[in-house]
C-alpha cells in the first residue's frame, strides 16, 4: 500500500483535530498542510535529494531543466513560495529552517532565474515617480526596459514597434484610458505575461480576461516586485518554449 493511501484515511480525523485546536478550519487547514509539506521533506532530505545528480538536465530544455539547475535548497524555498503559495515564515517551517535563511534562498533562485531569462519590458504607468521606481528594479534584475507608456494608446504603438517579453501595467492612465484595455489589445496580438501593479485591484476581480495571475496593489515592497517578475518569466508557457 502506498503512503499516500496509508495517510488518506486520517487527513479527515488530523482536520478536524486542527480546527478544534485553532478554533477555525481554514487556519487548521493550513496548520496540517505545511506539517505535511514538512513531513515530505523530511523524508526528500534523507532520501530523494540525494538522487539529484543533474544528468540530463541539459537535453530537457523546459522549466523543468531551469528548476534542476538551482541549487536545491533554494529551488526548495523558491517553489514552496512562488508554486505552492506558501510564505517565507511557513516555508521556514517546512524546511527546518529560519525565515531569514529562506528569503536568502528565494533571492538565490530569483536572481539565477532573471539572469537566465532576461529580457525585454513595457511599462504602462502614469506617474513618473512610480514608473521611475519599477525602471529601478527592472534593471536591477538585469532585464531592459524597451518602454515606459502613460496611455492606452502609447502602449500599443510601443508594443507594435517592439514585442517585450513582459508588461508590467498600471489600471488607470494619465487620459482616462485603461491599462486592462492596453492589456487586452497587447493579448490579442500575441501572448507575454502581465504583471499588473494597482491601486485598484478590484477592478481586476471580474473574471474575464486578462486574468489577474500577477496583482501587486500599490504602494508595493520592491521585494515583491522583483519575486513576481521572476515568477511572471519562470512559470509563463511561452517564455518556457522560447528558452526550449
Known amino acids: 500500500m502506498s503512503l499516500l493511501a496509508r495517510l488518506a484515511p486520517h487527513l479527515p480525523y488530523v482536520r478536524r483535530y486542527a480546527r478544534a485546536l485553532t478554533g477555525d478550519q481554514a487556519t487548521g487547514d493550513n496548520y496540517v498542510r505545511v506539517a505535511l509539506y514538512h513531513v515530505f521533506h523530511t523524508i526528500w532530505s534523507t532520501t530523494g535529494a540525494q538522487l539529484e545528480d543533474g544528468s540530463g538536465i541539459e537535453s530537457q530544455g523546459d522549466a523543468s531543466s531551469r528548476l534542476m539547475r538551482i541549487a536545491p ?8 513560495t512562488a508554486l505552492e503559495g506558501f510564505t517565507p515564515s511557513e516555508a521556514a517551517q517546512i524546511l527546518s529552517a529560519d525565515a531569514h535563511s529562506v ?10 532565474i532573471d539572469a537566465e531569462l532576461a529580457t525585454d519590458v513595457l511599462i504602462i504607468e502614469d506617474e513618473a515617480i512610480i514608473s521611475a521606481d519599477i525602471e529601478s528594479l527592472v534593471k536591477e534584475l538585469g532585464h531592459n526596459v524597451s518602454a515606459t507608456a502613460t496611455t492606452h494608446d502609447e502602449a500599443v504603438d510601443a508594443v507594435a514597434r517592439h514585442k517585450p517579453g513582459l508588461v508590467l501595467a498600471d489600471i488607470q492612465l494619465a487620459d482616462g484610458s485603461s491599462g486592462i484595455d492596453a492589456v487586452k489589445d497587447i493579448l490579442k496580438k500575441f501572448d507575454v505575461p ?17 486574468e489577474p495571475t500577477f496583482l501587486i496593489t500599490k504602494p508595493f515592497q520592491p521585494e515583491t ?20
Open 73 to 80: 535548497r533554494s529551488r526548495q524555498a523558491f517553489l514552496l
Open 103 to 112: 528569503e536568502r534562498l528565494i533571492g538565490d533562485a530569483q536572481a539565477e
Open 194 to 210: 502581465v504583471i499588473f501593479i494597482t491601486a485598484f485591484p478590484e477592478r481586476l476581480l471580474t473574471g474575464e480576461r486578462p
Open 225 to 244: 516586485v522583483k519575486a513576481a517578475i521572476s515568477q511572471a518569466l519562470f512559470f509563463h508557457p511561452t517564455r518556457q518554449k522560447e528558452a526550449a
